[in-house]
């Protein structure tokens, strides 16, 4: 059973420390209440130094990035580790293999027109002659080779409308691909559309890429919370995260809800309580801020939430990033110490191990990938001029 994560006293076992001082307390009641108030300090402070990514093994600079980039994500391919980025202005995108510190484009030849503007989370790397690319306009998937030779492009049912998310990418998984689905006829601008469209909607679709049988069977995966569908609040939600663990199990996490969602090919087997110790409370747009783009802009910046949801194979644990809140108006110059986030460390039967908490100014979660020789992660760069791309390996 999962505790409420602000409890942390309570989490996995009884603390020796606890055990002592109340054996102490029985022998000396006259100290009783002093000895409670420092029991509950020791108990619950080793939380507070909480330290699972202890160490820094090594720092990566890739400096010859003389442009202006999106940084992308880590990948696995033929059995290298590779980063992916992209040039902002051209959307070439190219690819920094670890081994050998080697950089160079993705595609050794540009590839069709139509596809040329994706970007990085729009495509998905089986292997360097099978790429795919994700097309909202078409509402396909294209397989490329690395030499941007098309061998086919597969249109998905007009029924599902599929989107890949900056914080959700199209992601090539034991067979299928996983992308987010939207709905072209239901609108979230008004309270009662986004009811029905909680309701209706499958936010997650696997399309199976496993079998030569065609049209592609595509199912629709997933729920929104039932705090969402029943009450119809916008929190700018729409496409949870996922990740897939050893099991094939897909998990679903969504912003401003505290559980993670457990499914079995389409079913919902389980929901889980994992909830950050740094989240008090999480509010919905106000209907009549809906369409003010100042407001908009500030409640993503500001308001707290529950980001990308990793697995780690190599340990069999899960990593939910938190985003903290923060207050522009109680600080008008930029204050590095409260731009918090946090990494909660889940085990395989979803106790939670502990809480993180990083400066935003010094690492940020945009790249974040559990491998088997450590955590790697993006490390804050605040020079505009700066284009080295730095990355930090961390001891888990």
Same mark, same amino acid.
């Given at each position: /059973?999962?505790?409420? =994560? ?21 022998? /000396? ?33 890739? =400096? ?9 994500? %880590? ?37 069709? =027109? ?40 597969? &249109? ?13 990418? /199209?992601? &090539?998984?034991?067979?299928? %691909? ?10 979230? !601008? ?99 801020? /809906?369409?003010?783009? !100042? ?25 939910? %990033? ?73 001891? %888990?």
């Amino acid at each position: /059973m999962i505790t409420d =994560s602000k409890n942390l006293c309570n989490r996995n076992h009884v603390n020796p420390w606890f055990r002592l001082f109340i054996y102490i307390t029985i022998r /000396m009641k006259k100290y009783f209440f002093g000895l409670i108030i420092f029991t509950i300090i020791i108990s619950c402070e080793r939380n507070e130094s909480f330290n699972y990514f202890a160490k820094s093994l090594k720092e990566i600079n890739i =400096s010859d990035t003389n442009i202006n980039v999106f940084i992308g994500n %880590i990948v696995v391919a033929d059995s290298s580790l590779y980063l992916l980025y992209q040039d902002i202005e051209s959307k070439t995108l190219y690819k920094y293999r670890f081994e050998d510190q080697t950089i160079s484009p993705l595609f050794k030849r540009p590839v069709n =027109s139509v596809f040329k503007d994706a970007y990085f989370y729009e495509v998905s790397i089986k292997a360097f002659d099978s790429i795919f690319i994700l097309s909202t306009d078409r509402n396909s998937i294209t397989l490329v080779n690395d030499s941007g030779v098309l061998i086919n492009e597969y &249109y998905i049912s007009p029924d599902f409308t599929i989107i890949s998310k900056y914080d959700n990418p /199209m992601e &090539y998984i034991n067979g299928y %691909i996983h992308v987010c689905n939207s709905s072209k006829t239901i609108g979230v !601008a008004e309270k009662e559309d986004r009811i029905k469209y909680y309701k209706a909607i499958n936010p997650e679709l696997k399309i199976d890429f496993s079998h030569k049988t065609f049209p592609l069977i595509v199912n629709p995966v997933g729920q929104f919370p039932e705090s969402y569908s029943e009450t119809g609040d916008n929190y700018y939600d729409f496409f949870p995260t996922r990740c897939i663990n050893s099991k094939g199990q897909l998990l679903l996490s969504f912003n401003a809800d505290h559980n993670i969602y457990i499914f079995e090919g389409e079913e919902l087997v389980a929901k889980k309580l994992c909830k950050s110790e740094y989240i008090k409370s999480m509010n919905p747009i106000p209907e009549d801020r /809906m369409f003010d783009m !100042a407001y908009l802009k500030k409640y993503q910046f500001e308001e707290p939430k529950y980001d990308r949801l990793y697995y780690d194979k190599y340990r069999d644990n899960y990593y939910r %990033i938190v985003k903290h809140r923060y207050k522009i108006d109680n600080n008008p110059e930029f204050d590095c110490e409260n731009h918090t986030w946090s990494i909660i460390v889940i085990d395989a039967d979803f106790n939670i191990i502990g809480e993180q908490k990083f400066k935003n100014c010094e690492y940020n979660y945009q790249v974040f990938f559990p491998a088997k020789e450590g955590l790697y992660l993006l490390q804050s760069n605040s020079d505009p001029q700066d284009k080295t791309i730095k990355l930090v390996l961390l001891e %888990i």
